[in-house]
């Protein structure tokens, strides 16, 4: 049977989800080592998750589930800090969720992988059952009622990619305009850098910027700057 | 080595005053830190980084030999005491730093220059970090490039550390209106922008820190 490791910010989030996910199984999972806060108050000590691994260490594996961001850098810094002779996982999981999928998959027998897949899916259930109630898209410019608007073509190789879509979020997001930009039929708030690369729109798509609000010419002249300059990312000719 | 005579070789000796100029920066600058962090993550940089660097000092009261092994010591101490992301991340940077120093029980110009790159390539493998994001990448690659640039033009340590520092902290400066784009403080998105980020801030500290220690 694999090894599960919780890496979390608070001792008490991390006994309580591992308490919750044990209620599935009755004392008959897998072992769960916990390595949770640091000098005595929120955070993660990388020696600590080291600890948890050795502790849940077994031949089959070991799968490490952690909450919030340096969660993540205390994991992979304890890989660091030495060999491990088992395989490890770090998951993606969100930590309750897939805490308790992994527990149960766990065990029931079933290796590293399907455990990590398994957890990694652990949202799936709650996003279907809860689809009717899906947060509706931010409040944008409705459709031809801008107060400036132009359509562009992306020039840079990558098209909206994360720092692009970050440099538009950041000029905008400073301004007193709302700002979408439309492409392929969808749109996304010019101020979430997160919603314009969901676009997915690359090289050569068309894109239109629209505004409205006191600065409404300005947002939209500073995107086309920027689109038309290909975000910097053009090679000097 | 005379009392007057300019460093031109890090021992254990002049590391140690480095961190030690590095722990009063951060008790002189904590609240700031914490300002700056209140701002855009959980208000805890400042006191963090005292409670690490103060554990630091007493992990080194009695120093080893090898600059490797202070350097390892160093990490060691600043993750398991930080607690926040700048443990991991501040104990990456040591830990690599260590790594790369090996035995030598003193650093020339070019050999603690390839210290603090391998530290800072650490930096980025943990936070996966570029160039942009507002983290304390941008005050360090400047400050690493001013350092190269500095030793390959013939300057003195002690030259090439106080152009570090002054990259920095101009570094630091240029992080004020960028988005963040990692940590807690990109959960802020654009309201991330007009603070200048801590982690940057602490970094132009640890490089003023070192110009100081190589003065």
Sequence with gaps: MIGIVVVSHSPALAEAAVALADEMVHGSGPVVAVAAGAAGGFGTDATEVRRALEKASSPDGVLVLMDLGSAVLSAELALELGPIDVPVRLSAAPLVEGLVAAVVRAAGGADLDTVSREAEAALVPKVTSLAEHATPPAALVPAGESDASVRLTLVNPQGLHARPAAQIATAVGGLSADVAVEAGGRRADASSSLELMTLGAGQGVEITVSAVGADAAQAVAAVREMVEAGFGELEAS | ?215
Excluded: C, Q
């Design chain 2, 1 to 215: 080595m005379g009392s007057l005579s300019v460093v031109e070789a890090v021992t254990v000796d002049v590391l140690v005053g480095w961190l030690s100029a590095f722990r009063d920066a951060v008790h002189e600058h904590g609240a700031y830190l914490t300002e700056l962090d209140s701002a855009i993550g959980d208000a805890d940089h400042g006191a963090n980084l005292i409670r690490g660097m103060d554990a630091v000092m007493a992990a080194v009261a009695s120093p080893p030999e090898a600059t490797g092994d202070l350097l390892k010591k160093v990490g060691m101490t600043l993750v398991t005491s930080v607690g926040g992301a700048s443990g991991p991340l501040y104990g990456t940077f040591f830990l690599r730093m260590a790594t790369a120093s090996g035995d030598a029980t003193s650093l020339d110009g070019p050999a603690l220059l390839a210290g603090l790159e391998a530290g800072l390539e650490g930096i980025v493998a943990r936070g996966k970090a570029e160039a942009g994001d507002k983290t304390m990448y941008d005050a360090l690659a400047p400050a690493l490039a001013a350092f190269s640039s500095s030793l390959d033009g013939g300057a003195s340590l002690a030259d090439a550390a106080r152009a570090a520092a002054g990259a920095a902290a101009a570094g630091r400066d240029a992080t004020e209106p960028m988005l963040a784009l990692k940590g807690r403080a990109s959960y802020l998105g654009e309201r991330s922008i007009g603070h200048i980020d801590p982690g940057a801030a602490s970094s132009a500290l640890l490089l003023d820190s070192l110009a100081g220690a190589l003065s």
